[in-house]
């Protein structure tokens, strides 16, 4: 029985990539026009000029073509108060996020405001656009709002047809592992591999789950399995790809070790690719135990054995 | 409870390429969108409800992206729904579409979905590496890869096999215009000599990376009636989860119970027999004979011997992709419902080249996850019960 109780093991997962955005016709102009110091709307069926331009109509759904320039001052019409930038904003000193209306729009535009405080923000105030030294395409080409009587800075245009722009996304998680495969993970840091059977259909799993995923009871029966078993199937991972951790070409191997009831995925060596069968018995290559960790990656790899090849029928309910 | 009458009276999409980079996401959805309007001859005060299919947001990096498509949908003051079952979710969506007709609550429903292959890095989002686990996963097809040798090992189905159906669907896909790859010469052999990606899955028998889109227009029968119109007999939905003890990943139950549920609802004893032509999901060459036997058009390890024998090619007892299907043309999120848009306009007979001479019913099918989620549809040239 699973005794001791301690905390769940986190560690942080950090994603990120570059997306890139096609911006077709009507946004790819609203951009190529920001690279020229210029505002540009479009005018929807109903008179109104939107801006940043939109695509389709609201209101018909029809393609809007009429674009319209519009001033590069204009009124906030609401805003909140951010006193700790964070990265990536458009400004890294505290600032007002607003909605303005520019001169000759009927829809107002989200940015950035480079007011110094909230004392100096008010709804109605006059703000005009600051453009960036560094254009890059895109809405980022305003640098920001500031407020009409803030000093002017002479910025130069660099014309550049934009098409596409870089979006890139990162998301920053703490992965919290669940109590129950926190176990598992401190039991791997001795280099013990311990699952747990579930009491309703007795099926051992490794990682052990807080619930069987068959009969959602919680499974609490400890089970310390050899570090021995067979590989179910596999494939040979010849492509590289980003973000890839090994080195093609590998051998990606579902491994069944003894006395448990689920396979898991792993590393197959010590034999050429093409020497690799399903059934062929393996046995675990632990890393040097001064860096082993609470991961499954203690296990260099799995090696065969040399023993004979398990019969088929021992692990076709395992494919 | 009755369902009401539903039908496909309209379906589009756009030219499947490698990069789109000429149109923005709302642009893309508008193409398929708008030749799926023209196509039902209906405008937009006809459409009463919106439906979008996406596949997982990290593949494009746009958190729900219905909300900013809301105006290029046409779905300002209406009803918009976002469906979202991973690789499956263009079936589903077309389901959901369905049943908000089948049930009464609308008359006329558009389907849309799509997937911009070119602004992200699937490949890359399907390997993300959690911490402490071991850093083996190598992308869809290095997930798949383990099963479909499961399934050669369990079905004794000869190596050339998943070369037969790369070949067959890649020259379908030559005669379809929307196609993104269009192979005419291509050949079992060549498919055989083409490079070793995943062992045993070769590069000809992957799916491409597409930018595309697709949309269908499904009416009730006092909107259907007197159009052409794909008659939907019958719809199915199953799910399981990804890993458990004792997981047929080969033949998930999941499938297996769908396509109960279809055959049952759409009154069909044997599928081999009854079916004309079948859209199935096959993104990497052996799903073909694989989902065949999940599917019911074969005992369990004799789906390969209806692609051998030629009777999934054009002109055989069951055409299957005559479109060119996934490994022609793979716009993740649309994927789905291409299978079913395609199913729709061969029952239409608007199939052109690559119509199935004399369709009158065919089957729309999708898969997704770890093989955990499937959508089928059954569409009719007749009103269900009219056979
Ligand atoms: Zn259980």
Redesign the interface.
Known sequence: MVTSISEP?S???D?G?D?????????GRFATELREHRVLGVRGSDGRVHVPP????????Q?LTEFVQVGTEGTVTTWSWIPEPLAGQPLQRPFAWALIKLDGADTALLHAVDAGSPQAMAIGMRVRVRWTAEPVGGIRDIECFEPLDAPERAVAATPEPV??IT?P?HLRYL?S?SPE?SRY?RGLAEGRLLGQRCPA?G???VPPRPA???DGVPTEDEVELPDRGVV????????P??????KPP?V???VLLDGA??A????VLGCA?EEVR?GMRVRAVWRPRESWG????N?DHFAPTGEPDAP?ESF???? | MAKQLAAVIGTGQTHHTAKRQDVSMAGLCREAIDRAMADAGVDWPEIDAVVLGKAPDLFEGVMMPELFLADALGATGKPLLRVHTAGSVGGSTGNVAASLVQSGVHRTVLAVAFEKQSESNAMWALSILPPFSMPVGAGAGGYFAPHVRSYIRRSGAPEHIGAVVAAKDRRNGARNPYAHLKQPDITVESVRSSPMLWDPIRYDETCPSSDGAAAVVIADESVASGRPAAWIHATAMRTEPTTFAGRDQVNPQAGRDAAAALWREAGITDPLSEVDVAEIYVPFSWFEPMWLENLGFSELGQGWKLTEAGETALGGRLPVNPSGGVLSSNPIGASGLLRFAEAAMQVMGRAGEHQVDGARIALGHAYGGGSQYFSLWVVGAERPGAR
Do not use: W
């Not at chain 1, 997306?19 to 946004?27: A, D, I, Q």
């Open positions: 093991l560690a942080p997962l994603v990539f997306y890139t955005r096609s911006l077709g016709p009507v946004l939109v695509e389709y109509d609201p209101v018909t759904a393609p098409t596409m979006s996304v992965h592992a495969e993970l259909c099926k051992v799993y069987c995923p068959t179910t199937t596999f494939c040979v991972v010849n492509v790809f980003l973000g890839q951790r090994i590998y990606a191997a579902y009831d689920i898991f995925l792993h590393l690719a399903m609470t991961t499954l990656e296990i088929y076709a309910q395992h494919l």
